[in-house]
């Protein structure tokens, strides 16, 4: 939960936040704003009507709560979904009758990977009413060629078309300070060493690049370091420097100073692999069930529906897809959640037993 939402709960009264999760469990399960009557049948304490709309006035000016007519009952704002989902949520089991549909669709005899996803995407749609997104495992077929796209100041596009004809995209939260330009520089700088290699043979590339650049920028600087003309700093952290001291005119040899532009052309050079590693990265991480609530839902861009989804894994415990539910902000989130996450360890195991991803 976000550091002012955490606060916000943390500070209500135990009526606010009995107010509050019965206005948003309400509203969940009817999609209907909720009045203060109603909540006076409900609530753990007896409390008037009167007292309940006043905590339903202090909720709205929090910003948790909005009242969508005159004189109508609460209904909660994306603000408030998303507290709500991130403090007050409580997930139960998968039914019993939604994993047996699950476990069938599982079983189909589909040899074809494409096709049993559909059907496991179908099940999942039906028994959640809402859209499915199942993303197929990750291909580590050889790359054939890589395009970064800026989509915004935190959002990036990374194209990867594989030697197969296969072709992915995947959207990815860019290192700070990177601009368009740089990134068509990453994606010319890793084509020319793409070619044959998948991209996890990628990543060994560049890591061993950037290795070999760290032993000859400390091979040449030792000397320099010994005879007291440069220093290190932040020696142990990710952005070391070598500091030369004095002045420049101090440094009488010829070749110390052809060493210390040698030593800035590596620095740079190590720079770029390592952005171009954290690229590579962040193209391939992912994390567990999320929930993107309303316009939080950039990777879809609709304002009006929330996004449920969980990636799943290989063998290896390495993500290779992904299984969503795409539906109103008002989702039944306490069932959708443990379907989903269900679903996505159940193809991982599939997937994994077939010899998949």
Known sequence: ???NGTKILSEMNDRSREVFRRVVEGYLASGDPVGSRTLTRSMSERLSAATIRNVMQDLELLGLLDSP???????????????FVDGLLEVGAVAAEDRQLIDTASASNDQDITSLLDHIGGTLSGITKGATVVLAPKAEAPIRHIEFVSLAADRALVVLVFANGHVENRVFTPPPGQTPSSMREAANFLNALAEGKTLSELRRSIGQEIATRRQE???????????????????DEHSERLIVRGRSN???NSAEAQDIDRIRILFDDLERKRDIADF?????????VRIFIGSENKLFSLSGSSLVVSPYMNADRKIIGA??????????????????DYTAQLVG?????????
């Not at 195991?349 to 998949?356: F, K, M, N, P, T």
């Open 1 to 3: 939960m976000t550091t």
């Open 69 to 83: 007519h005159i004189s109508a009952g609460r209904i909660p704002t994306q603000k408030g979904l998303r507290m």
């Open 217 to 235: 920028i400390d091979s040449l600087a030792r000397a320099l370091v010994e005879s007291g003309i440069a220093l290190w700093d932040n020696s």
């Open 250 to 252: 101090l440094i009488e």
């Open 280 to 288: 590579l990265e962040l193209a391939e991480t992912g994390e567990g």
């Open 323 to 340: 299984v969503g539910v795409i539906g109103p902000t008002r989702l039944n989130y306490g069932r959708i959640v443990p379907i989903v």
């Open 349 to 357: 195991r599939l997937l994994s037993e077939r010899g998949s991803g």
